[in-house]
Structures are given as structure tokens and as C-alpha cells.
């Protein structure tokens, strides 16, 4: 085995990937004759080691796990979390809402206290042959005279024009 | 009636702290099915699980602790909102680490286009670098000290001086322990790729080592 060879499959070797026993006896030779390749092997395993070997480097900050519940608290449906402001104006809101509730309540009362207006009829609509075609008059002004059209409308005439 | 609430307070806590403990002792893939069964703890577990791992693995790709933490922070909302879509069938591990890798590949390249950014996260790494030694253990001998450390920052920088896309396999490979193809998943190459770049890295990895390991 060459030492371009060796580099080649280096990491075959390293990660366990070759079964060969022939394989594994040719890495086993070079290593054995080629302290350049040897030193490389070492250099790396004990590279490795000493990284894996460190606890790890960096752990979350304490307030890691707050700052992520508030924000995964604003992505869960159906929770949003208000802020304090939100809050307020709510709170607010209802007041004015139970406010004006009241005052409806207030309202109502004197509006039952006042004595009923006089029951009106409905004004019946007046067909008119020109314009404006249709109107409403008060009913118990208007005389209804003649036939009904083919079209089933009424012609009323007003009492204004005094025929 | 306060020992009975008090009673009552402790059977439900104790109740929790075991729904956590058996949380905790399952896998991956059941936690997922739990938390979209609505167990409010089943992410939380999750978070624990994968929260130091990510850290250290975006901090070592970009280099820059307090960003690291950003991006952790992120990987797990984007598992929050996709955890519904995440394809069971798959490793959870090789999904959440797709994500990590994917927005510490966009925090490079950002970084590549900003400077400044880049000066200023030099400069942070050269004030820890001149913390005085007198705070860690002081049980060991100074030049013991000076030795664990030095290697310790030493192997820290060599990993750092690593091209980046040689940088995240090699870690990924030897401080993660992911196999080729969970390694090609993550980072979206091929399997003869992952192997070339692994290979270049653990070549240069032994050259900017080995003068250091005399």
C-alpha cells in the first residue's frame, strides 16, 4: 500500500467500513513501516479525543428556555399570549361595554315611563299615471275610484284634485 | 383541609415529575406521537434533549456563541410548526439537525457578505481567549492547566479553521457520530461527496493538529 493509497481510504479505515481482513492487514503493514502515515492516524484519533473528551463548549444561556416557551407560546393556536397592553385595552373595552350597557337599561326605563304614540296605518301605496308612478299617501286621505287595470294596479286619485 | 390540599398539590406534582421521568425514557418518534396527541410535555422533552447538541453544533459551524443561540432557537419553532408534517418514517435526529444545518449554511453566507460582522465576532473570540486562568480548577497544576486548555483552544481552532462545508461533516461525523448517509441528509450531498469532504477535513484536521500534539 502507497501513501496516497492509505489517504485515499483513510476514512474507510477509520470509520470501520472495511471488513477485508486483507484490507485491514495492508492498513496493519503500512503502519507498521510508514511512521509518516502513523503520525497522521495518531494525530487525528487524538485530535478527536481531545474534542469529544472537553465537555461540551457551550451550554444555553439561563434564560434560554423562557425566552423559547414565549415564543412557542405565540405559535400554539388558540393561546395566544396577549401582552400587557392588549390586556388593558381589553379590560377597558368591557368597562365601556357595561357602561353603555347601563346606560341602555337607564334608557330604556324612561323610554317606558313615556306614554305610547297613537297607533298609525301603514300608508298604502298610490299609483299614479305619470310620474313620480308611485307614492304614499295618507290612507285616510285618498279615495280609491275606478277599475283595476289589466295589469291589476289601483288608480287612485288624491284628495288634492278635488274631483 | 390544608394537608389535604397540600396532599393533594404533592400527588400531582409527584404524578408530573413521573409523566416527565417516563417522558424522558422514550424515543424520538414517540415523543413526536405525543405531542401531537396534545401532551404539553412532550416537546419540552425534546427541547432538552436536542437544545445543547444544536448549540454546540451551530456554534462550531459559525463560530459565534450568541448566534448559535438564536439559531437553536428557531431550529426548534420551525419543529414547532412542521412537527405535524415531519414524515414519521424518518430519524427525527437527521430532521432536526437538516434545519440546524441549514440555517447555520444561511448564517455563513450572510456573514460572507457583511464584514463587519465577521471583525466583530474575531474580536469576541480574542476576549475569551484572555480570561485569566486563576478561575478554572484550581486542584490541577498551572502547567496542567495551561496544557488542557491550550489543546482544548487549540483543537477548538483547528476545527474553526476548517472550511466551512468540510467543517460541518467532520463534526457532524466525529463529535455527532452521524453515519454517511444520515451526514448526506443533513447537508444535502451525495454519499461520495460526505466521504471526499470528510476525508479532506480529517486531512487537514491532522495537519493543523499534529505540530500541536508534540
Redesign the interface.
Known amino acids: 500500500m502507497t501513501c496516497l493509497q492509505f489517504h485515499e481510504r483513510y476514512s474507510d479505515y477509520r470509520d470501520g467500513l472495511i471488513t477485508s481482513e486483507r484490507e485491514l492487514r495492508r492498513f496493519q503493514r503500512h503502519f507498521a513501516h510508514c511512521p509518516a502515515c502513523r503520525r497522521y492516524d495518531d494525530a487525528v484519533r487524538r485530535g478527536v479525543l481531545a474534542l469529544q473528551a472537553a465537555p461540551h463548549a457551550v451550554t444555553p444561556s439561563p434564560d434560554f428556555r423562557r425566552r423559547l416557551e414565549s415564543r412557542l407560546a405565540r405559535e400554539r393556536p388558540g393561546e395566544p399570549e396577549l401582552p400587557a397592553r392588549a390586556g388593558l385595552a381589553a379590560a377597558l373595552l368591557l368597562v365601556a361595554l357595561l357602561g353603555l350597557l347601563a346606560l341602555e337599561g337607564t334608557r330604556r326605563t324612561e323610554l317606558a315611563r313615556t306614554p305610547p304614540l297613537p297607533a298609525v296605518p301603514f300608508p298604502k301605496p298610490v299609483a299614479h299615471a305619470g310620474v313620480p308612478f308611485v307614492s304614499f299617501q295618507d290612507p285616510r286621505a285618498s279615495i280609491v275610484v275606478g277599475s283595476p287595470s289589466p295589469y291589476g294596479a289601483v288608480l287612485v286619485e288624491p284628495v288634492s284634485a278635488g274631483r | 383541609m390544608r394537608a389535604v390540599l397540600k396532599g393533594q398539590t404533592e400527588t400531582i406534582a409527584t404524578r408530573r415529575g413521573l409523566e416527565r421521568s417516563t417522558l424522558h425514557e422514550l424515543d424520538d418518534g414517540r415523543l413526536v406521537l405525543e405531542h401531537l396527541r396534545g401532551d404539553p410535555q412532550a ?1 419540552g422533552t425534546l ?1 432538552d434533549r436536542y ?3 444544536l ?2 453544533f451551530i ?2 459551524t459559525i463560530g459565534d ?1 450568541e448566534r ?2 438564536d439559531l ?2 428557531e431550529v ?2 420551525r419543529v ?2 412542521h412537527l405535524h408534517r415531519f414524515d414519521q418514517t424518518k430519524k427525527f435526529s437527521t430532521w432536526i439537525y437538516t434545519i440546524a444545518s441549514n440555517l447555520a449554511k444561511n448564517e455563513l453566507r450572510n456573514r460572507s457578505r457583511n464584514p463587519l460582522v465577521l471583525f466583530q465576532t474575531i474580536k469576541q473570540h480574542w476576549e475569551a481567549d484572555h480570561r485569566p486562568l486563576q478561575f478554572e480548577d484550581t486542584t490541577a497544576r498551572p502547567d496542567d492547566l495551561y496544557r488542557k486548555r491550550y ?2 483552544e487549540a ?2 481552532q ?2 474553526g479553521q476548517l472550511p466551512a462545508h468540510h467543517r460541518v461533516v467532520f463534526v457532524l ?3 455527532e457520530g452521524k453515519s ?1 448517509a444520515e451526514i448526506a441528509d443533513i447537508t444535502g450531498c451525495n454519499l461520495g461527496t460526505v ?1 471526499s469532504r ?2 479532506r477535513a ?2 487537514s ?2 495537519q493543523l ?2 505540530p500541536l ?1 508534540e
Open positions: 416537546f427541547v437544545q445543547t447538541r448549540l454546540n456554534n462550531r456563541r448559535a443561540e437553536v432557537q426548534f419553532i414547532f410548526r489543546l482544548k483543537v477548538d483547528c476545527v461525523r466525529e463529535l454517511y466521504k470528510l476525508n480529517r486531512n484536521f491532522a493538529i499534529e500534539l
